[in-house]
């Protein structure tokens, strides 16, 4: 993180961490030095007893504690935006619905409530599906004012707001009205492959080329100096006939992610589709 935090001063405009918040209260200050700007927070009950049912784990006040932690902070100004993540589950959370609201009404945080979807091993059951529409419906039930509030072109949550709240609510309806015609996003996993939609099973391994130049053997920071990597984004490898400057290796990575991003689809796939197809569960692509 120190070292991606470094390229703020290379226009890097954020750096945002998705955690289940468990050691987050023990790493952020160190997290905010190294230019933190941002925190999704994946919580899907405010239930101590629930919180270890569905995560098979304990931790329900340790994941309080680095809320309390960023809201902390941000009074004396790091200025980190917290949103919170919820999959909504049909008998299993949504009674929750209200509490989770709550919390935005003395916190300036973001709640989303996302739509329970369909991975690669996460027990799909079409029965659990918690629609968009239901929840406004439980929401309104009580906040009668909610209100949508203007969304950014390539924001993948519907924005709302209870007047009075310092808060936010946000919808993410992957399944009921994608937003995939307006979807921006691309993703390198952790071992090094981009990923241009989270529903789509094709990957390129952007680790693999670059460790092409090394003999297929791990490139560690010695070597990555040797081989001039770094400089070579910005360098010209040549010129060309005209006098142009060539930057083989630049060209050859823009290339192939720009393959892949052609391939990102105008809409995912439907739900009896994906529950079949083979993917990375959302815990190794990581957010
Ligand atoms: S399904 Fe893929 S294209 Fe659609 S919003 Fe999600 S990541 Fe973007």
Wanted: charged share 30%.
């Amino acid at each position: 993180m120190q070292g991606i935090g470094q390229l703020r001063q290379n226009g890097l405009r954020e750096l945002c961490l998705t955690t289940n918040g468990v050691s987050l209260h023990r790493k952020l200050d160190d997290m905010v030095q190294a230019g933190l700007t941002g925190v999704n927070l994946s919580l899907d009950t405010l239930d101590p007893f629930q919180f270890q049912i569905m995560t098979r784990r304990s931790g329900f006040e340790a994941v309080m504690k680095s809320i309390d932690r960023i809201l902390e902070l941000n009074r004396l100004g790091a200025g980190i935006k917290l949103k919170i993540n919820c999959v909504v589950m049909r008998g299993l959370n949504d009674r929750e619905i209200i509490p989770f609201v709550k919390m935005s009404r003395e916190m300036p945080i973001e709640i989303r409530f996302i739509e329970y979807m369909p991975f690669y091993g996460n027990k799909w059951n079409r029965k659990k599906m918690f629609l968009y529409q239901e929840m406004l419906a439980v929401i309104r039930r009580e906040y009668l004012g909610l209100m949508k509030i203007a969304d950014h072109e390539n924001d993948t949550s519907k924005t709302h707001k209870v007047p009075e709240f310092e808060g936010h609510i946000g919808f993410i309806t992957s399944m009921t009205h994608n937003f995939c015609g307006t979807c921006n996003r691309l993703r390198i996993t952790s071992d090094g492959n981009l990923k241009v939609c989270l529903f789509g099973n094709s990957e390129v391994s952007l680790r693999d080329i670059i460790r092409k130049e090394n003999h297929g053997l791990p490139i560690d920071n010695e070597t990555l100096k040797s081989l001039g990597f770094l400089e070579s984004m910005d360098n010209p490898s040549r010129h060309d006939g005209n006098g142009e400057p060539v930057h083989e290796r630049k060209r050859e990575i823009l290339k192939i992610i720009g393959m892949a991003v052609k391939r990102k689809k105008a809409k995912h796939a439907g739900m009896d589709e994906l529950k079949n197809m083979k993917n990375r569960p959302m815990i190794l692509i990581g957010g």
